[in-house]
């Protein structure tokens, strides 16, 4: 890898065919302000990075602790994304994108409830990348039962550390 090169990003979870979701729908239920014009628009997807972002995607621009995300919305409009999702500063810093923006109070605070909608995770919903039926393990494990045993091992499951420090082996306190 040379120096250059971005250090590669742990992989993000997404579902493999990601609903196609309206903007004008998106802005309907979370935006507080839209700049720009959303008719016809789809996004599959949403992230608040750019270097995970994929094209379709909404890209959301908080503010972090020296900069605000929307500082980024340039490289987010050069990669494919089709919108900016972010708060009022963070609109006036993405205007020059020409990307349409979805104004929302907080952008950090509203960000589950928006990856739910564009992914259709609700609460009740089943994850898409973990709907597949698990394949079945050679054989059950056994129950351990501690019950009737006085005494346990440092090893035993559902053993405690002897009190102050002290090793089973060592222990000096009375019993």
């Not at 990348?129 to 346990?152: E, F, H, Q």
Request: with cysteine; glycine share 10%.
């Amino acid at each position: 890898m040379s120096i250059e090169q971005q250090p590669s990003l742990p992989p993000v979870l997404r579902p493999a065919n990601p609903p196609r979701r309206q903007l004008s729908e998106l802005a309907s239920r979370f935006a507080r302000a839209v700049r720009g014009d959303i008719e016809g628009v789809s996004l599959s997807g949403i992230t608040l990075a750019t270097a995970d972002l994929r094209p379709g995607e909404a890209f959301v621009a908080i503010q972090g602790v020296n900069r605000h995300g929307a500082d980024f919305a340039g490289t987010a409009a050069e990669k494919g994304a089709v919108a900016v999702i972010t708060d009022e500063p963070g609109a006036l810093i993405a205007e020059p994108t020409g990307l349409p923006i979805i104004v929302v109070d907080d952008p950090r605070g509203v960000l589950g409830d928006l990856s739910a909608w564009v992914y259709g995770t609700g609460a009740d919903d089943p994850l898409p990348c973990c709907s597949r039926p698990r394949a079945p393990t050679a054989r059950p494990a056994s129950p351990i039962s501690l019950r009737g045993s006085s005494t346990r091992s440092a090893s035993s499951p559902g053993s405690r550390p002897p009190p102050n420090g002290t090793s089973p082996e060592r222990s000096s306190s009375p019993v």
